[in-house]
């Protein structure tokens, strides 16, 4: 089974099953092609993380990008403030997702590398036709981004975003993946394509080098296991946010969420209140793990656990400071075979189409990742030479105590621990099926008492969680600030059940 945002790289991931290839083949396809038919989101100028099943370990790969070498925070805070800029050149960080795919295919592909580009490459000289959901975020970049000339040039050829339906063709981006297919990836960082990337950057007085592009690499790295109930929810280490997750979880897992009903007041309010307090707690901590002044396991510790578990009210939201980031656009996928072996994928280019920046002459439009680093030099996520931004993005894993394991992701930027949270308490707490954790309405903290719901709550539910001091905010429709969620579950018999969300332009292909 292969699920993912867009049904052309789900149909891409089959078609490699089909020809006798395994997950991570199949994960591959789908995220090259879905790179190229939901650009809104992703790209081969992003990022991208990956955990991989296979028999009884789960392996952990983080192709997140580096600042240059040259990158000077003293001369950005001259020149912004505190802040850095969310568009242009000094956004930009180098681009990981190529190494991702390169790095999986090397280590665990049984085909050939280029074969798994097919896909994506047939979509970007021939045209897809693009989906509501995608025109929609695209007339939204298109207001923000359209002043830039190759930007317009390449994304809005007729002077606007695409409409739903239309033919969409990238022969830029054809041509750049051919160089990369035909090098297992390797032009991206040190062939043709590295220079183009480099002289565009030299030309707009940037940054970003050749020396840069060749010093990048995907690191393996071992992933951080937390237990609530009889569940393991499996998370990435920092640079990202996935030990947010595993902290609320571990709050929870001392509250007892499961006597109350759920969806119920009180089961919100203690998910709520958990999850405020794990922010509060840890992201002002996390960054580049070189910068960090505690590693994971210290962030974890028994008695900070104990002591926010104590905290929380049952009668009164609490406002313990907790100051968030914005959203953002990713999109996330997974892939199971016959064997049991599993991917879990996310890609993300940050906000939308990312900086702005689109390189002439390769269709690819550069990640806007840097403008998570902090201007702050006492920051762990401060800006400094080669080192890696918080990152929102998440995959997710989940072993059962049943023996069945599931991959699974939410999108929405800040959303995505959030996500997990709930989703996990939904499986492990509540016994929902994957369908029905994907089609429940969600949560999502702010800052303070603040919250937003999704529709669907009760409103009994909502009167009462605004009698205990929570702020909210009601959407009257769903909003990819709720992200868009899907799950892989893998049962103890070994047949697969797939979730997908499909009021956010998910879709999931089965074979």
Not at 133 to 154: C, I, N, P, S
Not at 192 to 219: I, K, M, P, V
Not at 241 to 264: F, K, N, Q, T
Request: net charge neutral.
């Amino acid at each position: 089974m292969v699920i993912a945002t867009q049904p052309l790289a789900a149909q891409a991931g089959l078609r490699m099953l089909e020809r006798g290839g395994n997950a991570v083949d199949a994960a591959i396809a789908a995220a090259a092609t879905i790179a190229v038919v939901e650009p809104t989101n992703n790209g081969i100028g992003g990022d991208a993380y990956a955990m991989v099943r296979q028999g009884d370990g789960l392996h952990g790969l983080n192709a997140t990008g580096r600042a240059g070498l040259r990158a000077d925070a003293a001369d950005m805070r001259a020149r912004y403030g505190e802040r850095l800029p969310q568009r242009g050149w000094d956004s930009v960080t180098t681009p990981g997702a190529v190494s991702a795919w390169a790095a999986l295919s090397a280590r665990y592909g049984s085909l050939p590398f280029a074969e798994l580009l097919g896909p994506a490459l047939h979509y970007a000289r021939h045209g897809f036709r693009v989906s509501p959901g995608v025109a929609r975020k695209w007339a939204e970049q298109a207001r923000v981004l359209g002043g830039q000339e190759e930007f317009r040039r390449v994304f809005l050829p007729e002077g606007a975003a695409p409409p739903a339906g239309a033919l969409f063709t990238q022969p830029e981006m054809a041509e750049t993946l051919e160089r990369i297919a035909a090098t297992s990836g390797a032009d991206f960082y040190t062939g043709y394509t590295a220079r183009l990337l480099a002289d565009h950057a030299a030309a707009s007085g940037a940054c970003l080098t050749q020396e840069d592009l060749a010093a990048h690499r995907a690191d393996w790295v071992e992933v951080l296991r937390g237990r609530y109930r009889d569940t393991i929810l499996s998370e990435m280490p920092p640079n990202g946010l996935g030990v947010v997750a595993l902290y609320a979880l571990a709050v929870l897992d001392r509250l007892d969420v499961a006597r109350h009903p759920v969806d119920s007041a009180p089961s919100l309010h203690l998910q709520i209140e958990a999850m405020k307090l794990a922010f509060a707690r840890l992201a002002s901590r996390l960054g580049d793990p070189r910068n960090m002044d505690a590693d994971a396991a210290a962030l974890m510790s028994r008695e900070n656990i104990e002591q926010d578990a104590a905290r929380i009210d049952p009668r009164a939201a609490l406002d313990p400071g907790q100051i968030l980031p914005a959203a953002s656009g990713t999109v996330y996928l997974a892939a199971g075979d016959a064997s049991g072996m599993m991917v879990s994928f996310i890609q993300s280019n940050y906000m939308g189409f990312g900086s702005g920046i689109v390189v002439p002459g390769t269709g690819i439009a550069l990640q806007n990742r840097g403008a998570c680093f902090s201007l702050d030099p006492g920051s762990p996520a401060r800006l400094a030479p080669g080192a890696r931004p918080l990152h929102t993005i998440l995959p997710g894993f989940l072993e059962r105590a049943d023996g069945s394991v599931a991959a699974f992701g939410s999108t929405g930027g800040i959303f995505q621990p959030q996500g997990h949270v709930q989703l996990t308490v939904r499986l492990a707490a509540y016994g929902q099926q994957p369908q029905a954790v994907v089609d429940a309405p969600r949560f999502k903290v702010g800052n303070g008492r603040r919250l937003v719901l999704e529709p669907g709550f009760a409103p009994d539910t909502v009167r009462a969680l605004a009698d205990l001091g929570h702020e909210i905010t009601q959407r009257e429709t769903s909003t990819w600030d709720f992200g868009g969620m899907q799950i892989l579950l893998r049962r103890n018999d070994g047949c697969y059940v797939g979730a997908r969300d499909a009021r956010r332009d998910s879709h999931v292909a089965v074979g």
